[in-house]
């Protein structure tokens, strides 16, 4: 199984700051097939990215995603209050994997 | 707009079972590859298993492969996960949700879960 490796495990940050968050896979992530999930507390996960950097419906463009090699990489710019969650990226292409999330605070 | 909604979980022994239906509506449900994934209380999303549109191939994790058995019935619209020889490590809220390479732009439908706490 492809292992999806999240760091760092947490960041603290405050309003109109960047965070910057890194999912390593162990191989080759097949067609770019990775995306990236917001979940908050009791909610179910949100579709954020797919297919590496194509923001998903209704997701504002404070939102990124990139690649360089198997280091994936979700950009949040301008983080407002609402943005507390836990990231999770998870790739699609070899069966299915989850990495293991990073918990974004807004202080 | 597509909607999932899990049921069948609850409280059982471990090395007992349990079986866990996920009822698809608003959408193409037979178009679309299924994964179940599930989430142990304060931990990461987990993924389970998967299966292919016309159900003829699946995939399983390593922790649940020979004890877990995905299926569907594309004519009831509906998703099943057979849980045998449950474990304490098995208790956690399973969602079901549409595979994201089914469709582009990726259709993305999760149900709100169903618990199921293995007590030993």
């Known amino acids: 199984d492809m292992v999806l490796t999240q760091s760092p495990g947490s960041l603290s940050l405050s309003p109109g700051e960047s965070a910057t968050l890194s999912c390593r896979a162990g191989?080759?992530?097949?067609?770019?097939?990775l995306a990236w999930y917001q979940q908050k507390p009791g909610q179910t996960p949100r579709l954020l990215i797919y297919?590496?950097?194509s923001r998903a419906t209704g997701i504002p463009d404070r939102f990124s995603g990139s690649v360089s090699g198997t280091d994936f990489t979700l950009t949040i710019s301008r983080l407002e209050p609402e943005d507390s969650a836990v990231y999770f990226c998870?790739?699609?292409?070899?069966?299915?994997?989850f990495g293991g999330g990073t918990k974004v605070e807004i202080k | 707009q597509g909607q999932l909604v899990e049921s069948g979980g609850g409280v059982v022994q471990s090395g007992g079972s349990l079986r866990l239906s996920c009822a698809a509506s608003?959408?193409?449900?037979?178009?679309?590859?299924m994964h179940w994934v599930r989430q142990a209380p304060g931990k990461g999303l987990v993924w389970v298993a998967f299966?292919?549109?016309?159900?003829?191939?699946?995939e399983y994790a390593d922790s649940v492969k020979g004890r877990f058995t995905i299926s569907r019935d594309n004519s009831k619209n509906t998703l099943y996960l057979e849980m045998d020889n449950l474990r304490a490590e098995d208790t956690a809220v399973y969602y079901c949700?549409?595979?994201?390479?089914?469709?582009?732009?990726?259709?993305?439908?999760w149900g709100p879960g169903t618990s199921v706490t293995v007590s030993s």
């Open positions: 949700a549409t595979s994201l390479s089914s469709s582009w732009p990726p259709e993305d439908f």
């Open positions: 608003g959408f193409t449900f037979s178009s679309f590859g």
């Open positions: 299966i292919w549109h016309h159900g003829g191939e699946k």
């Open positions: 191989q080759s992530v097949i067609s770019d097939y």
């Open positions: 297919g590496v950097s």
């Open positions: 998870h790739q699609y292409g070899s069966s299915a994997t």
